[in-house]
T-cell receptor, first 113, second 114 residues
Framework: DVKVTQSSRYLVKRTGEKVFLECVQD?????MFWYRQDPGLGLRLIYF???????EKGDIPEGYSVSREKKERFSLILESASTNQTSMYLC????????????FGPGTRLLVL | KQEVTQIPAALSVPEGENLVLNCSFT??????LQWFRQDPGKGLTSLLL?????REQTSGRLNASLDKSSGRSTLYIAASQPGDSATYLC?????????????FGKGTHLIIQP
């Protein structure tokens, strides 16, 4: 069964802290994504990756970075957390090609105080 | 830039009714369109993926149609049940087949009254 897991369901951090959100998929997918979801704004793409060591900016990359050292793992890093980064963060993966659906993890709800 | 709109934003109907959720997109040059379901506080579950060459796709009580030329898709839910209560999202690839991510509508929040 397809599975995308995220390291935490809920996270509370303080302003200025460095925050790591981890995502792991077990489907040998090439492509991985980080989105954030906010009321009234919907889902927005932060960063994505085509392959190991590759990363591309999405629509709202400011304040974030990513790391993909292994194919199955894609990390989202908040270098210095701010209150406007309080959100639901969703990781997804898909295999290369136009015929494949995206599989989502359960999400991490991050609160920055 | 692609924009995806979903109407209505919210819908509340009695159990047993058939209903239609609407999705429109501005750029018709899409490879596919996906419908997702999201339960409160959870991730997204893919319901249906329609390729650009297809007109519709069915899974159980769900039927999704796609009209690329008019930039529209509909999700039809037959004989609705309380367990269908959720937010339904449609999404199209940013480019190609989705390797660059998806653009989502803001969703339709559906409540099925027992």
């Amino acid at each position: 069964d397809v599975k995308v897991t995220q390291s935490s369901r809920y996270l509370v951090k303080r302003t200025g802290e460095k925050v790591f959100l981890e995502c792991v998929q077990d489907m040998d997918h090439e492509n991985m994504f980080w989105y954030r979801q906010d009321p009234g704004l919907g889902l927005r793409l932060i960063y994505f990756s085509y392959d190991v060591k590759m990363k591309e900016k999405g629509d709202i990359p400011e304040g974030y970075s990513v790391s993909r050292e292994k194919k199955e793992r894609f990390s989202l890093i908040l270098e210095s957390a701010s209150t406007n980064q309080t959100s639901m963060y969703l990781c997804a993966s898909t295999s290369a090609g136009a015929l494949e659906t995206q599989y989502f993890g359960p999400g991490t709800r991050l609160l920055v105080l | 830039k692609q924009e995806v709109t979903q109407i209505p934003a919210a819908l509340s109907v009695p159990e047993g009714e058939n209903l239609v959720l609407n999705c429109s997109f501005t750029d018709s040059a899409i490879y596919n369109l996906q419908w997702f379901r999201q339960d409160p506080g959870k991730g997204l579950t893919s319901l249906l993926l329609i390729q650009s060459s297809q007109r519709e796709q069915t899974s159980g009580r769900l039927n999704a149609s796609l009209d690329k030329s008019s930039g529209r898709s509909t999700l039809y839910i037959a004989a609705s049940q309380p367990g269908d209560s959720a937010t339904y999202l449609c999404a199209v690839p940013n480019s190609g087949g989705g390797a660059d991510g998806l653009t989502f509508g803001k969703g339709t929040h559906l409540i099925i009254q027992p």
